[in-house]
């Protein structure tokens, strides 16, 4: 089993939990990749499809995709697109339309487009989220929505915000665990 961890708008491998969730499987045997995804600058589903196709040949069955914010919504993409399926996606913070908010005109190119929810749940044997209560960009019912598109397992973290370094989230038992738990 392989890992591939995808961080969101305005943000890189170094951020968030990205860093430690890296080290704790990595020390468990596993292989983590965090690519650098092009944001601000030349961010669109384009090149970010451009970049993550290096590393394609590490992508199989056995590959758990972790996607956070806006990398939640570039694995949707990729799970439409490709024709390979994976053993697992973990969404965080995830979303998958236009928020109404001054990200939207950024991340268009991810979200202004109807999903076919069937070409994604058919490349992808399981579906975690993980979202807070109280996120400042993302609603309860955007999650739930998304959720449900997926017939996903949805986590809902109390104050979580939106799971990131600013809401306190230098690490996250509660997703390893689960993936301990539920995708080992």
Request: charge should be negative.
């Amino acid at each position: 089993m392989n890992f591939i961890i995808i961080h969101g708008v305005y943000s890189n491998p170094e951020d968030n939990w990205f860093p430690w969730l890296k080290k704790e499987l990595e020390g468990q045997g596993y292989e983590v990749i965090v690519p650098k995804m092009p944001t601000p600058l030349d961010q669109s589903l384009e090149s970010w499809l451009r970049v993550f196709s290096n590393y394609e040949s590490k992508i199989n069955e056995e590959t758990v995709l972790i996607g956070h914010s806006l990398g939640s919504a570039f694995i949707l993409n990729y799970l439409e697109k490709t024709g390979k399926k994976i053993k697992a996606a973990i969404l965080v913070s995830g979303f998958h339309r236009l928020l109404g908010s001054q990200y939207d005109e950024i991340n268009r190119t991810f979200i202004a487009k109807e999903f076919n929810w069937e070409k994604i749940k058919s490349s992808c044997g399981r579906f975690f989220l993980f979202a807070g209560d109280n996120d400042e960009y993302i609603s309860l019912e955007t999650s739930n929505e998304l959720a449900k598109n997926l017939n996903a397992e949805m986590n809902i973290v109390h104050d979580g915000g939106h799971l990131n370094k600013k809401s306190g989230y230098d690490d996250f038992q509660l997703l390893l665990e689960t993936i301990i738990i539920e995708v080992e």
